[in-house]
């Protein structure tokens, strides 16, 4: 089975710190995700990575950047905190060779910037 | 913008009757997928169905999908308490990669 880890499940911050939040995947799926997920605004794309130091910005990419050194791990990087970055962050990796359009999610960080 | 919308927004039934949810989109599209999230966690796979198919099953879930109305339904019978969950359609990838998801269907099985 495709196991997603994100590395913490819940992360409390202030605002003005600089976060991270990790993503690895065991199955060296090519492609990878980040989401935030907000009640009544659904999944929406932050930015993904094709393959290892590639990435590109999804449809909120401002106040984000991300990280591919190696495969299986993408990473989020909140330069500074803001409050109205307050959300729920899901991972996700998928192999375009595989299992196609299928997307394997982690169990999601809820962040709160205080 | 999104383009799957889910329809109810929320649905509250018995244990062991059927549940139906619906998904329409606006553009054309490869493949149209299904994705359960339970509350906290994240989500997970539940059934693709390509353009070219009507009609899918896996175990107790039924999709089908009508590309002249632009529309897909997922059926789940004979729910379970267990079902309990947000349920997601999603259009897009291919070359393109990205998936975009609707705001999802809030069901809740009574025991």
């Known amino acids: 089975d495709v196991k997603v880890t994100q590395s913490s499940r819940y992360l409390v911050k202030r605002t003005g710190e600089k976060v991270f939040l990790e993503c690895v995947q065991d199955m060296d799926h090519e492609n990878m995700f980040w989401y935030r997920q907000d009640p009544g605004l659904g999944l929406r794309l932050i930015y993904f990575s094709y393959d290892v130091k590639m990435k590109e910005k999804g449809d909120i990419p401002e106040g984000y950047s991300v990280s591919r050194e190696k495969k299986e791990r993408f990473s989020l990087i909140l330069e500074s905190a803001s409050t109205n970055q307050t959300s729920m962050y899901l991972c996700?990796?998928?192999?375009?060779?595989?299992?196609?359009?299928?997307?394997?999610f982690g169990a999601g960080t809820r962040l709160s910037v205080l | 913008s999104q383009q799957g919308e889910e329809d109810p927004q929320a649905l509250s039934i018995q244990e062991g009757e059927n549940a139906t949810m619906n998904c329409s989109y606006k553009t054309s599209i490869n493949n149209l997928q299904w994705y359960r999230q339970n509350s906290g966690r994240g989500l997970v796979h539940l059934i693709l169905i390509r353009s070219n198919e009507r009609e899918k099953h896996s175990g107790r879930l039924r999709v089908t999908l009508d590309t002249s109305k632009k529309s897909s339904s997922l059926l789940i019978t004979a729910s379970r308490a267990a079902d309990t969950a947000s349920y997601f359609c999603a259009t897009g990838g291919g070359s393109n990669y990205k998936l975009t998801f609707g705001k999802g269907t809030l069901l809740t099985v009574n025991p």
């Open positions: 996700a990796s998928r192999d375009p060779q595989g299992a196609g359009d299928i997307q394997y």
